[in-house]
Structure formats: C-alpha cells, structure tokens
C-alpha cells in the first residue's frame, strides 16, 4: 500500500530555517503530482505548496519567497525548504498526492511533521 512517511519538523526560532522530507513507497512516485499540506492547531488543512511530475510549482501566498518545493524521483522523496520562518508556519505538516488538474489531494494521509517556531 501507499505510505508517505514525513520528517524533518521540529521546535526553531523565529527567522530559522527546516527541511522537511516525505518518503514515498507503494507507488510509482514519478508519476503524480505531489504537495505540501498543514494544520495548525484548530484550524484546517491548508495547501502549502504542489509541484506536478514535470517539476512545475505553486505556492499559498503565505510562504510565497520563503518555502521551496522539490523533488527527486531517484529517491522517491519529496521536499520543503522553509526559510524565515514565523511563529504562524507552526502547524503538522503532511505531504500528499494531488491531482495533476486541480491539484487536489487524493489518497492517503502520512502522520504528518510537527514544525514549532518559537523563541
């Protein structure tokens, strides 16, 4: 079956930086579009970032300029380089497949990556 497994999230200050990673197996990972999703405490599950097979991205407008979205199809493994970072990009962040069309995300969720920015 399908897993997403996420890492990388942990407690950093106001202004650092994270690398989260999803690891993808079950599936032909260089055939779907991948994004980005998180929830913070309360609220929904919001997009944060997608990238289609052919590399190309889109991003929320809150993490626009400081969150980069990539791939490598070698190592089934997706990415997101989070750079300054704000006490509100505290949430658990889930990687997922998305639809090459709409990019909504289809599939099944990982446990997730709790990213806490905090002084």
């Known amino acids: 079956q399908v897993q997403l497994v996420e890492s990388g999230g942990g407690l950093v200050q106001p202004g650092g930086s994270l690398r989260l990673s999803c690891a993808a197996s079950?599936?032909?990972?260089?055939?779907?579009?991948m994004g980005w999703y998180r929830q913070a405490s309360g609220q929904q599950r919001e997009m944060v970032a997608t990238?289609?097979?052919?590399?190309?991205?889109n991003y929320a407008d809150f993490v626009k300029d400081r969150f980069t979205i990539s791939r490598d199809n070698a190592k089934n493994t997706l990415y997101l380089q989070m750079n300054s970072l704000k006490p509100e990009d505290t949430a658990v962040y889930y990687c997922?497949?998305?639809?090459?069309?709409?990019?909504?995300?289809?599939?099944?969720w990982g446990q997730g990556t709790q990213v806490t920015v905090s002084s």
């Open positions: 997922i497949r998305v639809s090459a069309y709409n990019h909504v995300p289809f599939g099944e």
């Open positions: 079950g599936l032909i990972f260089s055939r779907y579009a």
């Open positions: 990238i289609t097979t052919g590399g190309s991205t």
